[in-house]
């Protein structure tokens, strides 16, 4: 019988070039296994042994999020979520899709195989993953860091081959799916400066060499007192004023007096009686972040000491728009938020409660007792009826999400007011929740949202609570809600060129 296909013939094709491939990683291995490494046998096989489990990594995240600056955290973070992908990656599929056995340990001298062999299979490298996933992550949230942690990580996917416990084509595809994850978390969660706003409209600020001519007042109560002392490491001529929050705005208003430049590091809510000040005397300000989420802040691009002595230094600034709402004889502004409803209930809730039993478990129990409530916190007339809602937002400019990251602002002089309205029913948890994951001028039975330039309620039910940049009062009858085109001019560090 003559058979259908000559198995006399070699193979050619995709066979044939993978056959050839193969047999050139083994050379490769082979060849790494006979070089003499000067200085790597005390250094490679301990740091191999250390990333085991991700124990390295997350000793280098707790290392980096010692240095307390917002960014190094955001990095070890991201390091850390993107090591978590690439290892779930490896397990569920890299691993059980290519089941390559382990390289012959005969060519690799004793000295440097591992005590405990992996019994794993070969392809890809978990290892290189998990360094390359790391490393990769910390830098695209921080360059700096990154670099630091770049050649940790080379030096622990290179230790795979140096071992013998890998070919080298295990740890480039490791290498590359882990690098494929930090990517990919990031496209989930946009890094900071994926969402840094236009430097638009750039404005005329004065140049304060060595900060002289800055008056900056800060709020001891928000933890600030690190950034306050960083920025005078940076600005010595910079005149820096430490206070109790009930003396901020007293302090802020002595400051104006005498200074070029008024600056505030605290969190929104300081930075909001800040932003009153600068408006009312008209200078410009200066806003170093010192609070827990510091949202304009961030939003503005300005992070830390660093960012802002550059700005102060070198005159750079832009001009923002302000939120201004008029309820009777209560008014007031905000850079960041405004809200009726549920959000202002749950913080009058949360203060009541924190003081007893702390901030995140009073945060719960307020979320709880406002959701389970009988009745709705908000009634307001619109067209002429009067309707109940669970929440009315208004965005000091339009919210954008980006992945399944919070909605962020990506130009703070859009002129518009980014309203967003949470309607009654039954429910109030998942209408809320799908008010949150929709973006801007939607529509549905649950929520609504526009974006407007001013907004006028009215009927406003005596005793409702109003909340704006973090602070709370209460108001009734008729609401104005209008933008301050450009009003406010701060420094922030410009892009290059």
Sequence with gaps: MTPDVDLTVPKTGAHSALKRMLALDCRLFEFAAGRNWPGAEP???????????????????????????????????????????????????????????????????????????????????????????????????SP??????????????????????????????????????????????PTRAQVVPPARPRADVPALPGGEGLVLVANSA????????????????????????????????????????????????????????????????AVLPGGTLNHFAYDLGVEDARDLSRAVEQGEGVRVDVGRFVAGRKRGVFLNTFSLGVYPELVRERERWSERIGGWP??????????????????AEFEGRRRP????????????????ASGRR????????????????????LRLLSAALAG???????????????????GVAPG???????EVMEVEGDLWLEKLPQALTVYRPLPAG
Aim: hydrophobic share 50%; net charge positive.
């Design 43 to 141: 250094v490679l096989p301990r740091l191999s042994r250390s990333a085991n489990h991700g124990v390295l990594w997350f000793a280098a995240a707790a290392a980096i999020t010692a240095s307390r600056t917002p960014r190094a955290r955001r990095a070890a973070v991201r390091g850390l979520a993107s090591l978590s992908l690439a290892s779930l990656t490896i397990n569920t599929l890299g691993k059980r899709s290519v089941r390559r056995p382990r390289p012959v340990l005969d060519p690799v001298p004793m000295v440097r195989r591992l005590k405990r062999q992996p019994i794993t299979t070969s392809f890809p490298s978990g290892h290189a993953a998990s360094a390359a996933a790391f490393a990769t992550g910390v830098a695209l949230e």
């Design 144 to 189: 700096a860091w990154g670099a630091a942690v770049a050649p940790v990580a080379a030096s622990v996917a290179l230790s795979r081959v140096y071992t013998g416990v890998h070919f080298p084509s295990d740890v480039l595809a490791g290498a590359a799916l882990g690098a494929g994850a930090a990517f990919a978390v990031r496209a989930l969660v």
């Design 222 to 285: 928000s933890g600030s007192a690190d950034r306050a002392r960083a920025l005078r490491d940076a600005l010595p001529k910079a005149e820096i004023v430490e206070c109790e929050p009930e003396d901020v705005e007293a302090e802020l208003e002595r400051a104006a007096g005498h200074a070029r430049v008024l600056g505030v590091c605290g969190g929104d809510g300081t930075v909001n009686t800040a932003a009153g000040v600068a408006l009312r005397r008209g200078l410009p300000l």
């Design 362 to 379: 009073a945060g719960v129990l307020a979320a709880v007792r406002v959701l389970r409530a009988d009745r709705h916190p908000l009634e």
């Design 389 to 404: 809602l669970w929440l009315l937002f208004a965005g000091n400019g339009t919210y954008h999400r980006m992945g399944l």
């Design 410 to 429: 990506q130009d703070l002089a859009d002129g518009r007011l980014d309203v967003r309205v949470v309607h009654g029913g039954r429910r109030p948890a």
């Design 440 to 458: 801007p001028l939607t529509r549905s039975p649950a929520h609504a949202a526009v974006q407007v330039s001013r907004l006028h309620l009215t």
């Design 464 to 470: 409702t609570l109003l909340a704006y940049d973090g």
